[in-house]
């Protein structure tokens, strides 16, 4: 499943642009070169927040589908050596995150909550107090 998809990248960068940068003709965006660059960002996104967390991410976080989007949009300015300052930027920046999220020093939150690390349930041990002992047996 990935993050994000052409409609969410469409929203950042206008049609027309899109086609000229993934279509040889220009005409309309080219769906096999958006989901390529897409799959591109998804897995540089798993590598560093696999570290913490359990992926692929589903359902996908908010903070993830948003990091997807500037990252494959990069991945698409730079397939035509044409990357605007303002999407590398926007890619470096991406990258600083999900280096601080593999750090720990960030943490991904759902609508439902805080992810926990590796998407692993935490288990929690409560017992009575001890009955017996070793010095409490050589009484018998």
Same mark, same amino acid.
């Given at each position: 499943?990935?993050?994000?998809?052409?409609?969410?990248?469409?929203?950042?960068?206008?049609?027309? +642009?899109?086609?000229?940068?993934?279509?040889?003709?220009?005409?309309?965006? &080219?769906?096999?070169?958006?989901? +390529?660059?897409?799959?591109?960002? &998804?897995?540089?996104?798993?590598?560093?927040?696999?570290?913490?967390?359990?992926?692929?991410? &589903?359902?996908?976080?908010?903070?993830?589908?948003?990091?997807?989007? &500037?990252?494959?949009?990069?991945?698409?300015?730079?397939?035509?050596?044409?990357?605007?300052?303002?999407?590398?930027?926007?890619?470096?920046?991406?990258?600083?995150?999900?280096?601080?999220?593999?750090?720990?020093?960030?943490?991904?939150?759902?609508?439902?909550?805080?992810?926990?690390?590796?998407?692993?349930?935490?288990?929690?041990?409560?017992?009575?107090?001890?009955?017996?002992?070793?010095?409490?047996?050589?009484?018998?």
């Amino acid at each position: 499943m990935a993050y994000c998809s052409q409609e969410d990248l469409l929203k950042m960068i206008p049609e027309e +642009e899109l086609a000229e940068i993934t279509s040889e003709s220009g005409g309309i965006p &080219d769906p096999a070169i958006v989901a +390529e660059a897409i799959a591109q960002a &998804d897995s540089e996104i798993d590598v560093y927040c696999a570290v913490r967390y359990a992926v692929p991410f &589903d359902p996908v976080p908010s903070l993830v589908k948003s990091l997807s989007v &500037d990252v494959a949009a990069y991945h698409l300015y730079s397939r035509r050596s044409v990357a605007p300052e303002v999407r590398r930027q926007k890619y470096e920046d991406a990258i600083t995150l999900l280096k601080a999220i593999s750090q720990g020093t960030a943490v991904l939150s759902m609508s439902s909550g805080v992810l926990t690390p590796n998407g692993r349930e935490v288990a929690e041990l409560t017992s009575q107090p001890r009955q017996f002992s070793r010095s409490s047996l050589e009484k018998w």
